[in-house]
């Protein structure tokens, strides 16, 4: 932090801007190769400024410009002196605005004028479309002058500045794929592409070729070799070259990463790619999502997803309009303080308390099926387990501070127990309530304090984990936080102690913070779970209920099998 800070400092320095809280600029905002400068193409007239036109009317324009990354920023250009367009550093960084607030400074003439131009930071663009969410306050000081009869700007900072609204308006995301550590699945990874482009497909394995961006690759793996290139589309052939002797399993591989990052982003198929001149699966000239359907990155989403309900502290299993005991070892425990479920292995894992007042101790019990449960371990406090993906092994945090891995053999149902290397963590003063892992396993979400935090999940060697490229993914709710859940198209949902706002969903990088209907919510939300098709909660009074494509005003209904009844959900995944 306080190498951003010093980083931050010297931008102020050099440029009249000022920037507070912990915000820093990307050394490069481009998310597609651009073009050296050069003068207006065909088109970019078209975005000229227009004649005649009021000096904070052509500040605002310009600021609408800036976002079209084309021709480093060419249309924005035009705004500018001769002076001005040949030395502005476009490339130094783009935050994003909530809004931009441009007034006057005394001084004015008919031939010169100077502008403040301030505005709430939420973020920032970077190198590849990476988006980084920010929480400060930008402020900086932008000189009009009248030349042949116009305004135009002579003297302004380095870097684009853009309104969330133009982001939204001019860029659209998107996501690469890659593999996680097991090579089991693919994981998302989010990335911000200008519309203007009109090659989507080959801005997107360009990006993906270049790798993950620097937050997720340690998580992650890819089958592109070092020094690999993506040639074009040519013909209608994807072609790739450098890949040397890359394997069978390796070549399928890297084909549903291509196949996926497409097909997600509503290009159509089949598609016909090429390493280094042959089709990347042999006998196979052309592919669709069918060949690499065991990678499919939306099969969670479409899942049977039971739900279950802790009540009285007992675990039920609810059933269209009634509840059932769980069948196995927890069909008659109780005290059960949490619990998660992992449906493709029938593995559950349950917190139970025992003992009062200061003799109150937890306990962590895990079970498959019809076996005697397990005890795991045993603390003053646990939190709610997390199982990573296929369920042989789940994560929970001992008394707010040691985060803990618990795996559970498969031939003989043995539990052991090794410490996650948090050790990143550190310099975030408080301690960590709740901690959940994503679907793919790639990434952990956790609060403290009622922050609500990211990390990305780094395997150093076989069975140890470590938590790494820690930060803060929703800082304007920060404070308020009580609970996280992920959901299975993998964004985050967040239970707060908030009043009008009680229910957000959060992308997972940061650039867009939804508030959820609040209608007939009542604050705090404690408890949070969703499914395919329906997200939960528990409220101050009950356990409710939302289907996940509402739109427009929408109400939170009660669960039909727990009218009249406050209890906590866990949707088995």
Known sequence: MKKDLRRVLGVIALSSVVLTACTTIPSNSTPQALRSFAPAASGVEDEAPEPNQAPDLLLRD?????????????????????????????????????????????????????????GPVIGSIGVGGVYQPEHGLYEATIDLVKQDGQWRISNLPPGVVVEHTELRNNYQPYSLYFMDPSDSSLVADRRWVYTGNSSLNTALLSLLVEGPQDVLAPGVKTYVPQGATFSGFNDGVYSFAGFGDLSAEGRYRFAAQVVWTLAKAGVPGPYRIEIDDTPIIEESEYLTIEQVADYNPGASAVAASPLYVLAGGKIMKVEEDHTVPIAGSFSQAGNIDSADFDAGSGVVAAVQSTGEGEDRKARLLVAKDEEAAR????????????????????????????????????????????????????????????????????????????????????????????????????PAIAGTALTVEWKPDGSLLVGTSTAETPVWQVQTDGSALTPLPSGNVTAPVVAISASPSTIYITDSRALLQLPTNTTGVAFWREVPALQGQRAAPVVAK
């Open 62 to 118: 310009f600021f609408r410009q800036a976002v079209k990354p084309k021709q480093r920023h060419q249309p924005a250009r035009q705004y500018l002196t001769a002076e001005a367009a040949k030395t502005w550093d476009s490339q130094a960084g783009t935050l994003v605005l909530d809004r931009i607030d441009i007034n006057s400074k005394p001084g004015a003439s008919a031939q010169g004028m100077t502008f403040t131009v301030r």
């Open 375 to 474: 005890e795991a371990l045993e603390s003053k406090t646990i939190s709610h387990p997390t199982f990573e993906i296929a369920g042989t092994s789940l994560w929970t945090v001992l008394d707010g501070k040691k985060v803990v891995r618990v795996a559970r053999s498969t031939t003989s149902g043995e539990l052991s127990q090794t410490e996650v290397d948090s050790s990143e963590l550190e310099g975030l003063d408080g301690l960590i309530s709740v901690l959940q892992l994503s679907p793919t396993g790639v990434r952990c979400a956790f609060i403290i304090n009622g922050r609500v935090y990211m990390a990305t999940v780094e395997r150093p060697s076989a069975g140890h984990r470590k938590l790494t490229k820690v930060r803060e993914i929703a």
